[in-house]
């Protein structure tokens, strides 16, 4: 589903919302007054979603302007950014102040008060922050435009770290507080609606209606803000993988040829030895002082060592840029497996020992499956969502209070199981032995927005994404199975060939 599509559904499903009101209550409000008030939220939430994307793209044209060696490219480059910056910062005067052309009346909620004006998110000088790092880059001379420059170090690590979680939280809060507007009168509608006796059975139908339409809705907002963040998010991925592919692939062609080289000059030197026993007392001296015996041996081990690091580099960009790849228009045979490595290849450093953390040990009970149908970079997103919410279940547990029978359960452990269900099925399974999930979180695990994380390390959309590319683009099933204290299962069923391939 495309951008165009959804938004031509939101706006199908806006339009029916309004003629279900119009039928329901006749003349007891004013349609004027309420479509004026749909469209400076509308407004709101759309220019509040916008500075995320700015956010994202200016951090992209950053990039790119200081790996540009053309000048014309770097002064096209610089406008963009420039213009794109000042698009941020009126954006952000007229959400605080209010902006007329816009449709931007400025007047915060306490909420919102607090979170653009007080610790711990404090937007406002986020935003101000930023804005002067992406004209400061702009602005600089092309012998400062580097990728070790701190303006572009501190632009990166604002548009994918802090200030674009603090973006989604307020973008989540716009839409939280809109929502509860719409609410508010759609309430007082009912009100006025349940006292006419006559109509009451219409009444609890039409507002029946309302309920799933204003579901479908969170549900298509919820996609629209993962699709624009996975879409920013992986060409940006994609251009630094590309970056890094280029030189390590010089390095690793040319380390045959080192390889080549280094083994012809020891076999030089060794045919010296023989012939010449006993140098010069100068060519000894400097023998012993470089330690020829040890250089010879080691020699050719720093270059399998290097051979070996490189390999491991191509990989993850490999990984990488298989990841972040947008899908084909159709669906495409793949591997499971390889779908399930890569994904863990690029969580490795999550997965290591730090500090007092001991790391966390992957078991891999993979199963002979034959190739899928499907939509890669989704799926790419269901098997991130799941192991990264395994992930952040074991790191933040305190795994003394598990209870083992011996120390092996103590250690932080995530099982993947394949499983070949017959000739038209296969199932994955991810396992952990973190601290487990309620039976009243798990009633409500797949419902949008909903999230255990604290604000600003979630959205609470990754499961029920999850489960919307499982059950309706691939015809699957997504289910979880977890008793708090005992860890926690999710398991996915996938059609080999799904029977409408979306």
Known sequence: MNNASVNRDVSHKLLHLELLSVFSFGNSFDLEQLNTSREINAAVVNVSGRQRMLSQRTALFALQLVCSRDDAERTRLQSVLLSAIALMEQSHQGL???????????????????????????LDQQVRDYIYQVRAIA????????????????????????????????????????????????????????QREAATA?????????????????????????????????????GIAQEINNPVN?????????????HNLLNLLALYQKYHP??????????????????????????????????????????????????????????????????????????????????????????????????????NQVFMHLLSNAIDALRSSDRTTQNCTDNSCLLPRITIRTKAEDTSTITV??????????????????????????????????????????????????????????GAEFCLKLPLQPAIAT
């Open 96 to 122: 605080l102040k209010g902006d007329v052309s816009l449709k931007l009346l400025g007047h915060l909620s306490p909420a919102l008060q607090t979170m653009y004006f007080e610790p711990p998110l404090n």
């Open 139 to 194: 602005t600089a001379p092309a012998t400062e435009l580097t990728l070790e420059n701190p303006h572009l170090q501190a632009i990166l690590s604002a548009a994918s770290t802090r200030l674009l979680d603090t973006l989604d939280a307020v973008v989540s809060q716009y839409q939280s507080e809109s929502e509860a507007e719409q609410l508010a009168i759609d309430l007082s509608h009912a009100e006025l609606f349940q």
């Open 202 to 238: 219409a009444a609890q139908q039409q507002a029946q209606q309302l309920e799933t339409m204003l579901v479908e809705l969170k549900q298509t907002q919820a996609q629209l803000i993962q699709t624009e963040k996975m879409s920013s998010l992986g060409q940006l991925v994609t």
């Open 250 to 262: 010089f390095i690793y062609g040319n380390l045959g040829h080192v390889r080549e080289y280094s």
């Open 278 to 379: 006993q140098p010069e007392l100068e060519i000894q001296q400097q023998i012993k002082l470089a330690d020829l015996e040890f250089l010879v041996q080691d020699l050719p081990k720093v270059l399998t060592s290097l051979a070996v690091g490189v390999k491991r580099i191509q990989a993850i960009v490999l990984s990488l840029r298989s990841f972040s790849r947008p899908d084909d228009a159709c669906m495409r045979r793949v591997n499971i497996h390889q779908s399930l490595d890569n994904t863990l290849l690029l969580l490795q450093h999550r997965l290591k020992p730090a500090g007092g953390f001991p790391g966390i040990q992957i078991i891999k009970e993979y199963s002979d499956l034959p190739l899928i149908e499907c939509h890669l970079g989704q799926i």
């Open 429 to 486: 399974s991810i396992a952990d032995n973190g601290p487990g999930i309620s039976d009243e979180v798990k009633a409500r695990l797949f419902e949008p927005f909903v999230t255990t994380k604290p604000m600003g390390k979630g959205t609470g959309i990754g499961l029920s994404l999850s489960q919307q590319i499982v059950t309706e683009t691939h015809q699957g099933v997504l289910w979880c199975a977890s008793q708090s204290g005992r």
